[in-house]
C-alpha cells in the first residue's frame, strides 16, 4: 500500500540567506512521499534565483508571484495547489530534522491534525537552549476554548488532513494562518501532539514571530487597547463560528460579555464568567493562577475609544 502524499507548503519573500538550507532539509527528509510548493510573494532580492535551480526538482513545484499579498495569503496561494493527502506549513528560515514527517505520519492516528515541539535556534543556527514547550503548554484533544487566550501551535510544526484545507479555505486576512487551522482540526476530530522537537526554529530580526528575541514593551496607550477589543470580539465571532452545535452557547456568551467593555466599564460577569472557565481557557499557557487572575482582571477590564 503506497504511502499518503504529503504536500509541504514552503512561503517565501525575500529569504536568500536562510531558504536554501532550509529547501535542503526538506529533501533530506526520510519520508520520501513528499511534494514541495514554495510560493514566492514577490521577492525583491535574490530569493528567486536561488528558486530557480529547485524549478526543475521532481518533488518540487516552484510558483513566482508578481503580487506581493502578504504572507497569510501567500500561504493560501500556495496550499490551494496541494494535492497531499496531508498539508505540512514551512517557513523559509528554520530547518526541519529529517524525521520530521516521518514520524507526524506515524503519530496522527485519526486526528485531524499532528504537530511537534520546536527547538529555538540564532540566526547563526546556534542552539539557544529553550524548546517552543518551555514556553507554552502542548495539547492533544478537542476542546478549542484555549485558543481564546493564545495558540500554542506554531505553523511549521504542524500537519494536517485536506479535509481541514477544505473547512478552512479561504483564509481570514484578520488571523494567523497557523492558529485558524488548528482550531479547525481541533474542532473537527482533535489535534495530536508529538512530544519531540522536530524543528530547528530560527529567531532572527526578520522574523515575523519572535520567541526570545527583541522582545519590546507592549504600548497601552486607549486606542490600542479599544483595538485589542474588537479584534477580541472578531475573533471570538470566528471561533463560535466554526464549533460543534453544542459548544457555542459558551462562545455566544463569551462574545456578549466581552461586548460589554465598550461601555468603558469593569465587567463583573465576565471577570467570574472567565474564573469559572479558566482551566480551558488557560490549557495552552503555563501560567499559576495567580498570573491567571492577573490576566483575567485584565481581560474584564473597560475600554474606551479616545475622542478624534
Not at 536568500?16 to 510548493?37: M, P, V
Not at 484555549?146 to 511549521?156: A, P, Q, R
Not at 463583573?268 to 472567565?274: C, Q, R, Y
Amino acid at each position: 500500500m503506497e504511502e499518503p502524499l504529503v504536500s509541504i507548503v514552503v512561503c517565501t519573500y525575500n529569504g536568500e540567506r536562510f531558504i536554501e538550507d532550509q529547501l535542503r532539509s526538506l529533501l533530506q527528509q526520510t519520508y520520501q512521499h513528499i511534494e514541495i510548493i514554495v510560493s514566492d510573494d514577490a521577492s525583491s532580492d535574490g530569493t528567486v534565483s536561488l528558486l530557480s535551480s529547485y524549478s526543475s526538482h521532481p518533488k518540487c513545484r516552484v510558483l513566482l508571484h508578481k503580487e506581493n499579498v502578504g504572507f497569510i495569503k501567500n500561504f493560501e496561494r500556495g496550499m490551494a495547489v496541494a494535492t497531499g493527502t496531508y498539508i505540512a506549513l514551512c517557513d523559509q528560515d528554520d530547518s526541519w530534522l529529517p524525521e520530521k514527517i516521518q514520524l507526524l505520519c506515524q503519530h496522527i492516528g485519526d486526528s485531524s491534525g499532528v504537530y511537534c515541539d520546536s527547538e529555538l535556534i540564532n540566526e547563526r543556527g546556534e542552539r539557544l537552549g529553550k524548546k517552543i514547550s518551555d514556553i507554552k503548554h502542548m495539547y492533544s484533544g478537542t476542546d478549542a476554548r484555549g485558543f481564546v487566550i493564545t495558540n500554542m501551535v506554531s505553523g511549521h510544526a504542524l500537519m494536517i488532513r485536506r479535509e481541514v484545507l477544505n473547512r478552512a479555505l479561504p483564509l481570514p486576512s484578520s488571523v494567523f494562518h497557523d492558529e485558524w487551522l488548528t482550531v479547525h482540526a481541533t474542532v473537527l476530530n482533535g489535534i495530536r501532539y508529538v512530544d519531540k522537537p522536530l524543528v530547528l526554529y530560527r529567531q532572527h530580526e526578520k522574523n515575523i514571530t519572535q520567541i526570545v528575541m527583541n522582545k519590546r514593551a507592549r504600548s497601552r496607550t486607549r486606542n490600542n487597547r479599544w483595538n485589542a477589543l474588537l479584534r477580541k470580539l472578531q475573533w471570538i465571532s470566528l471561533l463560535g463560528s466554526i464549533q460543534r452545535e453544542e459548544d457555542k452557547p459558551f462562545y455566544t456568551r463569551l462574545y456578549g460579555l466581552f461586548e460589554q467593555k465598550k461601555k468603558g466599564r469593569f465587567v463583573w460577569p465576565l471577570f467570574f464568567f472567565l474564573l469559572k472557565h479558566r482551566q480551558p481557557l488557560f490549557q495552552h499557557t503555563r501560567k499559576n493562577f495567580i498570573s491567571q487572575l492577573v490576566e483575567i482582571r485584565k481581560l474584564a477590564r473597560g475600554e474606551q475609544k479616545e475622542e478624534d
